[in-house]
Structures are given as C-alpha cells and as structure tokens.
C-alpha cells in the first residue's frame, strides 16, 4: 500500500514557469513532510521541508504548501530553470521511518 | 555537514559472486542508518534499518541472509550482496540522521550482475 501518493509521473515546463507536484497521504502520524531532488545516477537529495504546525514555506524559488485539513502537500517551482529538471520525490515521516512517493520527472525545457 | 558517503559509485560483478557496499557518514555519527534499493525510474524502496551495535531489522520480502548488513560502527555501515545474480542489478542507496529531521542520502551504488 502506498503510504504517499505522489502526482503527476511525469511533468513538462516551459523556462520561466511554475512547475507544481502534489503528494497526498492518510496516516496522521506523519510529523515531517521533505522534498527531495534526484538527479540520474546520484542519490536523493534534501530540498526543502515542512513540519504540519505550517502551511508554508519558502525558499528561494522553492514553496512547499502543507493542507493539514486535506492531507495534502505540494511542491511549486517558480521561475522553473533547465537545471531543475530531475525526478521529485515527496516523502513523509513516521518515527524514524520515510515513506517516499512514487517520484514525478520534471522536465523544463527552454 | 551532515555528509554520507557512499561507496563504490558503480559496481559490476560475475553471477556468484559477493559484492560490498560502503555507507560512511563523515561529519557526523549515526546510531541508524537506511538502505534503500531503487528501480530505474521507481521510488526508493526500504530494505533494511541499520543499527549500531545490534542486527539490522529488515522490511518484509527482504533476504536478510542475501543482504547482509553490518553496522559496525557509528559512521560505518555495510551491505554485502551475497552471491548476487542479475535480477539484484538495482541502484543501491543508503542514508543516515544527523538527528530528527536531517536525513541524508548518499549518491548511490550502481550494481551490475553480469
């Protein structure tokens, strides 16, 4: 059963736009919300992350906005650049456990 | 900070054959540490906590006497595929915690069964 459900699989955006992933999840018990960045052939790496007691955060050209009520978290990149093409994972946290989404490709193409 | 290295970055071996992989958190040390084995284009899929000191408690489905884990010390951690054959060809990544909220990842292991 997947624990965090993690969409679109795959996403296509302009340079310059607003690219959006959304992940949603069930059990209440996830106290940490990370995002992480994957490029080919390397492993995961932290992005930005969020704790349920906010609905938002901000860094630089990377917002995660949290809806405790809905269960639901998304990921928006603005300004999208080239470089931030890679695979997204959102993930949610357990005691010492992460449950990963299912990963979202972003391309950015200029 | 906060730094996990993982090596080797790529490995490929004869069917039969043990392979080892090195997690080493550098800055920091971690009592547990994660392995997790990912398909191309898939997500990461837990195998396996890694505990200093103690055994490794290993997610349902996976070999324990396939993949042994050893955590032999609070910045060292192992994965040892034994007699490996071409279906384990998978990318291998391990991670460790500084604390609560910091886990990091290393760059992963390219193994290839041949």
């Known amino acids: 059963q997947q624990q965090v459900k993690q969409s679109p699989q795959s996403l296509i955006v302009q340079k310059g736009g607003i690219s959006i992933i959304n992940c949603a999840y069930e059990?209440?018990?996830?106290?940490?919300f990370p995002w992480y960045q994957q490029f080919p052939g390397k492993g995961p790496a932290l992005l930005i992350a969020?704790?349920?007691?906010?609905s938002e955060k901000k860094e630089g050209r990377f917002t995660i906005s949290f809806n405790k009520s809905a269960k639901q978290f998304s990921l928006h990149i603005m300004d999208s650049q080239p470089g931030d093409s890679a695979t997204y994972f959102c993930?949610?946290?357990?005691?010492?456990?992460?449950?990963f989404g299912t990963g979202t490709s972003l391309t950015v193409i200029p | 900070g906060a730094v996990v290295s993982q090596h080797p970055s790529w490995v490929i071996c004869k069917s039969g054959t043990s392979v080892k992989i090195e997690c080493r958190s550098l800055?920091?040390?971690?009592?547990?540490m994660f392995w997790y084995r990912q398909f191309p284009k898939q997500s990461l899929m837990l195998m396996a906590t890694?505990?200093?000191?103690?055994?490794?408690?290993?997610e349902q489905g996976v070999e324990k006497d396939k993949f042994l884990i050893n955590h032999a010390s609070l910045t060292l951690s192992t994965l040892t595929v034994t007699s490996a054959h071409p279906e384990d060809s998978s990318f291998y990544i391990c991670?460790?915690?500084?604390?609560?909220?910091?886990?990091?990842f290393g760059s992963g292991t390219r193994l290839t069964v041949v």
């Open positions: 059990n209440t018990a996830f106290d940490y």
């Open positions: 993930a949610a946290r357990s005691g010492n456990q992460f449950y």
């Open positions: 991670s460790a915690s500084r604390d609560i909220y910091g886990y990091t």
């Open positions: 969020i704790r349920p007691d906010v």
């Open positions: 800055d920091f040390q971690a009592t547990t």
């Open positions: 890694s505990n200093e000191g103690s055994k490794a408690t290993y």
